[in-house]
């Protein structure tokens, strides 16, 4: 029948949502997190620096090296294929299918370290790794570990000329070329040290040395092509306020490459501040620049990269602007102006599609100072917020309210539903289900807070990703009860239900119902508070999520009294409406969510921003909200006009939950 495949179907999805939600909230396996990742990384940025060595002009210049670089590109898709699959795998291996075919094709060398260190970066991004040393590594150790461990090959200064080098083949590195040192970051070095070089005589180093001293050897090495930088750049570092804006912390400095700096500052400037940050990486923990001076700072160099052609690097730039300048402060804008906050959040994602969609300098440059305008706003919004125990208490109060509202209404739904079916045995499964909701939000706590530091985009991607296949499996269950409500089905479907054994899918259909719908609310308000406990004012922070807890207990307890007083009938065309709202709201707050990480373009719409409503100004996001009213609109239509049929009640004393025959 009809009915049994849409119930196979919803069952299909809610096993998908599940297992979907365990992603965000599990790593992928730890041996490919801690070994293949690394190492992969290091093939595509060896690829990225040594591809010159082989084809020059379309032609090859080097048998053996371009051998070895057809070779590290097969095995770098390989290796990713090979990968737990996430939302970003096929377009990792679309873009290393292009680097396989660049390289092919005998690219030019610009081009294949350009699409090899986008393809290195896209693998960090989706398979998070450690990428910086946990404090500014100490140089006088790396020079002392250096003419211990390296100098034989490399010679003294660096220049690749020891006497034990001159023996080997291929010779060992110069590290103070600068034409090959621009080409490689801290990390790449680091990489090196720790996984060795195949096909070299570089071996690895990862059981003699620490981490602590592996990084300390890589940044003295990547010093050494930098020396006179080193002793000349801080008057720029101090002054250049548009340099400091491209190194933020220890991470991104052990990240940046002087090539790819160059679009921005100039081969000179950014010579200077890599080759100084690199031999004095204390400074960078001095760096005060954060919050919103650091997304005001970080859309000015977006808009220079732009003006200099880097489109690219321009996009990046405005992305971080965001994820790394204003989500942080959010809590506190929040707390005090809400639509200043959301009026931001659509100007920002507004202009990082004008950078994408190659508009005119003048339009960027328009867009670019409107955002600096509402970014003005927000920096006085925020400062005078910090450390006010009223805004503190007030933005605890309304996160927790305003994100547990959604979760509760449908665990709130699920309880009434099970009582009104007189099933008592199935509630352990959706209070199973929130409660390991809160849990897993815990460990994700502690995840972000001790080890793998979540990043703002993929913050976003988990709440985008969680938000819309909750409101798929939603969308099935609100037309389920819709058509329970509809010409007495209702009385067939209780009198099976309470007559037979709960079955087992339908058990885990509601466990991962509740725990979908929780956990999305619990993972974004565990980030506002770890960013409001920060201010100082504990005591009325704890305050407002007692507040808000005692207000959701409040109206948890109010809708369990009246739906157990309403009609059967009434309550499933209640429950079925309330279901419905909720996958579209939260359609729209999917959409939004992945907004504001980059995946989805912003096209805004002259519409108002309502976001208990997840009503949001922009086209891709009502056009997503409009497709879900239409399923829902048809399907109605369709539960009603099947309703009219003698018949139909015969077939429907049969079912049960979705995909629970």
Known sequence: MITTRIRNILHHVAVAALLLSGIAVLPAHAEDISSTVPQTWQ??????????????????????????????????????????????????????????????????????????????????????????????????????????QCAACHGATGHGDGPAGLQLSPRPVNFTDQARADQRSALSLYEAISQGVEGTPMASYARQLSSDDRWALAYYVGSL????????????????????????????????????????????????????????????????????????????????????????????????????????????????????RAQLETAMGAYRTALSSSASVA????????????????????????????????????????????????????????????????????????MLALVAGGITWAIASYAISISGAGRELTEGLSSLFAAFVLLGVGLWMHQKSIGGRWQAYLKEKMAAALNRRSAWFLFGLAFISVYREVFESILFYAALWNDGQEVWLLGGIAAGAAVLGLIAWVLL?????????????????????????????????????????????????????????????????????????????????????????????KEVLPDAE
Request: zero cysteines; glycine letters at 6%; hydrophobic letters at 50%.
């Open 43 to 148: 093939m595509l940025d060896y690829l990225a620096t040594d591809y010159a060595g082989a084809v020059k002009d379309g032609a090859v210049i080097s048998a053996s090296e371009y051998a070895e670089m057809r070779e590290f590109t097969a095995t770098a898709r390989s290796r990713i294929s090979a990968l737990q699959p996430t939302a970003a795998t096929p377009v990792l291996l679309a873009q290393a299918d292009t680097l396989v075919a660049s390289i092919d094709a005998k690219a030019a060398p610009a081009q294949v370290a350009m699409q090899a260190h986008a393809l290195a970066d896209a693998l960090l991004q989706a398979y998070p790794v450690p990428t910086a040393p946990e404090r500014a590594p100490d140089l006088a150790r790396g020079a002392t570990l250096y003419q211990n």
């Open 225 to 340: 092509a930098y020396t006179n930088e080193a002793t000349t750049g801080a008057d720029t570092w101090q002054h250049d306020t548009a340099a400091r804006t491209q190194i933020a912390d220890l991470k991104e400095l052990s990240r940046a490459r002087v090539a790819q700096l160059t679009p921005t500052l100039g081969a000179e400037r950014a010579r200077t501040i890599v080759g100084y940050l690199r031999a004095h990486p204390d400074v960078i923990q001095q760096q005060t620049l954060a919050g919103i001076p650091l997304a005001r700072a970080r859309l000015a160099a977006s808009l220079a990269a732009y003006r200099a052609g880097a489109k690219t690097q321009a996009t990046q730039l405005a992305l971080s602007a965001y994820l790394d300048g204003v989500e942080p402060v959010e809590p506190q804008l929040n707390a005090r102006d809400g639509a200043l």
């Open 363 to 434: 339009s960027v440059v328009k867009q670019a100072d409107a955002v600096d305008g509402l970014l003005v706003r927000a920096q006085e919004v925020t400062t005078d917020a910090a450390g006010d125990a009223a805004a503190i208490f007030l933005g605890a109060f309304t996160i927790l309210v305003r994100e547990g509202l959604e979760a509760l209404l449908v665990v709130v739904a699920l309880l009434a539903f099970l009582r009104k079916a007189a099933r008592p045995e199935a509630l352990r499964y959706v209070h199973a289900g929130w």
């Open 561 to 653: 009294r009246t739906s157990r007083r309403l009609p059967i009938g009434t309550f499933f065309s209640a429950s079925s409406a309330l279901i419905a709202v909720l996958a579209v709201v939260l359609t729209g707050k999917g959409v939004a969510a992945l907004q504001e990480a980059g995946w989805v373009a912003v096209s805004v719409a002259p519409v108002p921003h309502i976001e208990l409503l997840g009503i949001y100004p922009t086209w891709q996001s009502l056009l997503a909200q409009l497709t879900i009213l239409a399923l829902l609109a048809v399907g109605f239509v369709f539960n009603i006009r099947r309703g009219r049929q003698p018949s139909a009640s015969a077939t429907t004393a």
